[in-house]
């Protein structure tokens, strides 16, 4: 059974920075996706096997994706935070690759998700 535990949420002012954390039993294949109310899933940044990241354009220079191997555990340092990224962050992970056309396109393509940790922007 897939085990992601997110933790880090919380709520900060526009421009401020947040760090989002998921420990896991050890995926290669690691992302994370973001809901805000009445929206579509969006895939937010994803990083493979070798360490090789993507990012949705709308956080391009502001968050980072990394991993710890050792420790299993997922990151995502978001910088410069603005009202618009106010949602619920999913960590996801998938034993195969997952193509970043597909997240990019569906918000998802994972098959195994964390349960979300809020993150609130005010202006």
């Known amino acids: 059974q897939a085990q992601l535990v997110e933790s880090g949420g919380g709520s900060v002012q526009a421009g401020g920075s947040l760090r989002l954390s998921c420990a896991h039993s050890?995926?290669?294949?690691m992302g994370w996706i973001r809901q805000a109310p009445g929206k579509e899933q969006e895939g937010v940044a994803a990083?493979?096997?070798?360490?090789?990241?993507n990012y949705a354009d709308s956080v391009k220079g502001r968050f980072t994706i990394s991993k710890d191997t050792v420790k299993k555990i997922l990151y995502l340092k978001m910088d410069s935070l603005k009202p618009e990224d106010t949602a619920t962050y999913y960590c996801?992970?998938?034993?195969?690759?997952?193509?970043?056309?597909?997240?990019?396109?569906?918000?998802?393509?994972?098959?195994?998700w964390g349960k979300g940790t809020q993150v609130t922007v005010s202006s």
């Open positions: 050890g995926y290669l294949y």
């Open positions: 996801v992970a998938d034993s195969d690759p997952i193509p970043w056309a597909v997240v990019a396109a569906t918000g998802g393509g994972y098959n195994y």
């Open positions: 990083i493979d096997a070798d360490g090789s990241t």
